[in-house]
């Protein structure tokens, strides 16, 4: 069954990015702690993200994420989804218009422009059918930025949220959780690697009974 996953990197103090974050420094000052582990040769760090990568049927993200990794200083050859896992999901963006121009033509790209509630329901349409078409079970990845994971978790979209909790104290840059968020989580796994805690948790749905939750584990 198609999942909608929240998947993230975030600081101790509860940052997705470093301060100051933009175009041309789109994770934010000392943001790249962030992602240490996802280019790490801990044989627990490649597994997590050979798993998320190989089960991603569709990835969704907000446009200020998608302008960061479709720049000139954004993804390549050897740096992309999965940190250079061989995954090539199609790619969902949240946008109040599409761009005039995408750099990563090799790449599956659907803007869709009426909301994020729509364009999850998108990615899972092209995860089904991925799914279908491979007869495997893969899933819907959130991949950011925090306001766009912020946002689906608040209109109850989220069915997991995994977490890898760096080492770091950022001080500042784009929080995950806003003031005012507020929910229900079962934890279902964790394992603490030389470089981030990953931490799997199901999330409760107004209706949605705990025992109805999912019982994989990352360990």
């Known amino acids: 069954m ?7 990197s975030v600081s101790l103090d ?7 974050p933009g175009p041309h420094n789109g994770l934010g000052t000392g943001g790249e702690a962030l992602h240490t582990w996802a280019f790490s040769e801990d044989p627990d760090d490649r597994r997590i993200l050979r798993e998320a990568t190989t089960r991603s049927g569709a990835v969704v993200l907000g446009r200020r994420l998608f ?13 992309g989804y999965g940190a250079g896992e061989a995954a090539r999901p199609a790619f969902v963006v949240v946008t109040s218009g599409p761009p005039r121009s995408v750099r990563l033509t090799d790449l599956d790209w659907t803007f869709v422009t009426t909301g994020l509630p729509d364009a999850v329901a998108a990615a899972r349409d092209l995860a089904e059918a991925a799914s279908s078409a491979t007869g495997e079970d893969l899933d819907v990845v959130l991949m950011g930025g925090g306001a766009t994971i912020g946002s689906a978790l608040a209109a109850g979209l989220v069915d997991a949220l995994n977490l890898h909790l760096a080492p770091v104290v950022l001080g500042g ?3 995950l959780f806003t003031s005012g968020m507020r929910g229900t989580l079962v934890q279902r796994g964790g394992i603490a690697t030389s470089t981030a805690t990953h931490l799997a948790y199901d999330v409760v749905r107004p ?5 109805e939750v999912s019982t994989d584990s990352l360990a």
Do not use: M, Y
């Not at 509860?14 to 100051?20: A, E, K, L, M, S």
């Open 2 to 8: 198609t999942r909608i996953i929240a998947d993230i």
């Open 14 to 20: 509860g940052f997705v990015t470093g301060p100051d």
């Open 67 to 79: 302008d960061i990794v479709d720049g000139p200083e954004g993804w390549d050859d050897t740096t």
């Open 173 to 175: 840059g784009t929080p």
């Open 207 to 211: 209706g949605r009974a705990r025992s």
